[in-house]
């Protein structure tokens, strides 16, 4: 019941876009900060972005180079990642997570594919 579920991945030739959601189900986002990671395939997990709660402040890995916007609505208990020119680089499975005082939560993941 409580559970993080990511969506919008799929397949996408190289400088095209994907905006992947994160909603939760069963509790509300709104205290939290959400991050986005990242785990291609042989390779280490890595932190993609970060909102804080009110979406006020924002982070990115260095990798991203401002191609990656990520944004929440917390009326809609949402985290958005928009992804702009995509580069075959970034193919991995995406995850979201968020902290909580008491369970530390992640989704299931959704598969991105940057392909030419």
């Known amino acids: 019941q409580v559970q993080l579920v990511e969506s919008g991945g799929g397949l996408v030739q190289p400088g095209g876009s994907l905006r992947l959601s994160c909603v939760a189900s069963?509790?509300?986002?709104?205290?939290?900060?959400v991050s986005w990671y990242r785990q291609a395939a042989g390779k280490e997990r890595e932190l993609v972005a970060t909102?804080?709660?009110?979406?006020?402040?924002?982070d990115y890995a260095d990798s991203i180079k401002a191609r990656f916007i990520i944004s929440r609505d917390n009326d809609k208990n949402t985290v958005y990642l928009q992804m702009n020119s995509l580069e075959p680089e970034d193919t991995a499975m995406y995850y979201c997570?968020?902290?909580?005082?008491?369970?530390?939560?992640w989704g299931q993941g959704t598969q991105v594919t940057v392909s030419s």
């Open positions: 909102i804080s709660n009110t979406g006020g402040s924002t």
């Open positions: 069963g509790f509300s986002l709104r205290p939290y900060a």
């Open positions: 997570n968020t902290q909580t005082w008491r369970f530390n939560y």
